[in-house]
């Protein structure tokens, strides 16, 4: 920073992934999040899932205008090395580059999980811990039921705070804010406290 500062220059920093592949893109890449905090931008390198020969360059944080659309590319061999082949834009976005594709098993306990969460909240809307407890009793695995509901697109408020706070849980649609726009009590209750990283809970949820 201070070099970057003093000269003018811009500083480029390459950082590989993380394992906690349940995590949003910000939260994937190695060593502090404090470096995603200190950048004015970030960008993420994936293979493009509907073509593997190609790579997309997608957007992760931009604080000095509006996020650029995602760029795909192509390594061609020219000699001894190889040229860059620009693709145009594309619809990609860097969380989506980050999803895994789901075995056979793994998509039938997706389906499973997507059919009891609409189920569970098609009467409205439920205390998360309710909803916890009953997927367990059923087997259904925490990782399993994040992605399910990542993908059914429910929607999470926190009512009250402190000990006698809870998460409510409802179907799209039903007017209650995400869990993104929830913002979890500070230590004295005013309410003002620091997002709890989404990997230590179920998007956004406690585990209990």
């Known amino acids: 920073m201070a070099l970057a500062e003093r000269t003018g220059a811009a500083v480029i920093a390459i950082r590989h992934l993380n394992k906690n592949r349940t995590a949003r893109a910000k939260?994937?890449?190695?060593?502090?999040?404090?470096?995603?905090g200190a950048v004015r931008s970030a960008l993420l390198v994936g293979s493009d899932p509907d073509d593997p020969s190609r790579r997309v360059i997608a957007p992760v944080k931009q604080n000095l205008c509006e996020a650029p659309p995602a760029v795909a590319f192509s390594?061609?061999?020219?000699?001894?090395?190889?040229?860059?082949?620009?693709?145009?834009?594309?619809?990609?976005?860097?969380?989506?580059?980050?999803v895994q594709p789901l075995r056979t098993d793994e998509r039938a306990a997706h389906g499973e999980a997507v059919e009891f969460?609409?189920?569970?909240?098609?009467?409205?809307?439920?205390?998360?811990?309710?909803?916890?407890?009953?997927?367990?009793?059923?087997?259904?695995?925490?990782?399993?039921l994040r992605?399910?509901?990542?993908?059914?697109?429910?929607?999470?408020?926190?009512?009250?705070?402190?000990?006698?706070?809870?998460?409510?849980?409802?179907?799209?649609?039903?007017?209650?804010?995400?869990?993104?726009?929830?913002?979890?009590?500070s230590a004295d209750g005013s309410g003002n406290g620091a997002h709890a990283p989404e990997d230590a809970h179920l998007g956004g949820l406690p585990a209990s």
């Open 27 to 36: 939260h994937r890449g190695s060593g502090s999040i404090g470096i995603m």
């Open 147 to 185: 992605r399910a509901r990542k993908a059914v697109g429910v929607q999470v408020r926190r009512e009250g705070f402190g000990k006698d706070g809870r998460f409510l849980l409802a179907l799209p649609g039903n007017g209650v804010e995400t869990a993104e726009k929830v913002t979890p009590p």
């Open 75 to 98: 390594l061609v061999p020219t000699g001894n090395a190889v040229r860059v082949v620009w693709s145009g834009e594309t619809s990609h976005t860097a969380d989506g580059l980050l």
């Open 117 to 144: 969460l609409r189920a569970a909240l098609a009467d409205g809307e439920r205390p998360a811990s309710e909803v916890l407890r009953e997927a367990a009793a059923l087997g259904v695995a925490e990782i399993t």
